[in-house]
């Protein structure tokens, strides 16, 4: 099914594209950066951004593939557009030495098991609590915003290996990582550049 761009979302690109040149950019990687930059407008992201193109590659294989899409909060949740998410914060409880946030992924990790796309928008504990899993994801969506871990606790993904999309920063949230998943379900899945 085609997805219908709204004009004011196509003029909106247009002048993104006129103020930063992503045009060298691989053709998944400048789709999270614009689709990203776009929900914040923020032209930083082009520089605090941190992926590789040939984890989007398979990520974007196995998304539209079928597989899970868990988000940290329902803010997140939300966002993502077109298919269905496990959010499971509503469910979960804190406890000692553990977030609600944290719970939470746990829950979602037991519910979906391995080779998810984690989107982590909101809490750095959520990120936290699931590099301490197995939970062998297809991609892991890191963004969480805020002064107390989020660099951190991104910086912490980086360095795990797992395939991942992240930035630099403090800055993040729930509406810039909603936009990094829904870039790869927007992104044709033939691969070709996608046209807003």
């Known amino acids: 099914m085609n997805r219908v761009v709204h004009p004011i979302e196509q003029e909106s690109f247009r002048r993104l594209r006129a103020r930063l040149d992503t045009s060298g950019l691989a053709p998944l990687t400048r789709a999270v950066?614009?689709?990203?930059?776009?929900?914040?407008?923020?032209?930083?992201?082009?520089?605090?951004?941190?992926?590789?193109?040939?984890?989007?590659?398979?990520?974007?294989?196995?998304?539209?593939?079928?597989?899970?899409?868990?988000?940290?909060v329902e803010m997140v949740a939300a966002g993502i557009t077109r298919r269905e998410t496990v959010?499971?914060?509503?469910?979960?409880?804190?406890?000692?030495?553990?977030?609600?946030?944290?719970?939470?992924?746990?829950?979602?990790?037991?519910?979906?098991?391995?080779?998810?796309?984690?989107?982590?928008?909101?809490?750095?504990?959520?990120?936290?609590?699931?590099?301490?899993?197995?939970?062998?994801?297809?991609?892991?969506?890191?963004?969480?915003?805020?002064?107390?871990?989020?660099?951190?606790?991104?910086?912490a993904l980086r360095a795990s290996g797992l395939p991942a999309v992240s930035n630099v920063s403090e800055k993040g949230g729930s509406a810039v990582a909603a936009a990094a998943l829904n870039a790869l379900l927007y992104h044709s899945t033939s691969h070709s550049e996608e046209k807003q």
């Open 87 to 155: 959010c499971r914060l509503a469910d979960a409880r804190s406890g000692p030495g553990l977030t609600r946030s944290a719970h939470a992924v746990r829950l979602a990790y037991e519910q979906v098991g391995p080779g998810a796309l984690w989107v982590i928008g909101c809490a750095p504990t959520a990120l936290e609590e699931l590099l301490t899993l197995d939970a062998a994801p297809a991609l892991v969506i890191g963004l969480p915003v805020g002064f107390v871990g989020a660099a951190e606790s991104k910086a």
């Open 33 to 72: 950066v614009e689709r990203v930059i776009h929900s914040a407008a923020d032209l930083e992201y082009a520089t605090d951004l941190v992926m590789a193109e040939h984890d989007l590659e398979r990520a974007h294989t196995a998304l539209h593939s079928g597989a899970p899409v868990v988000a940290d």
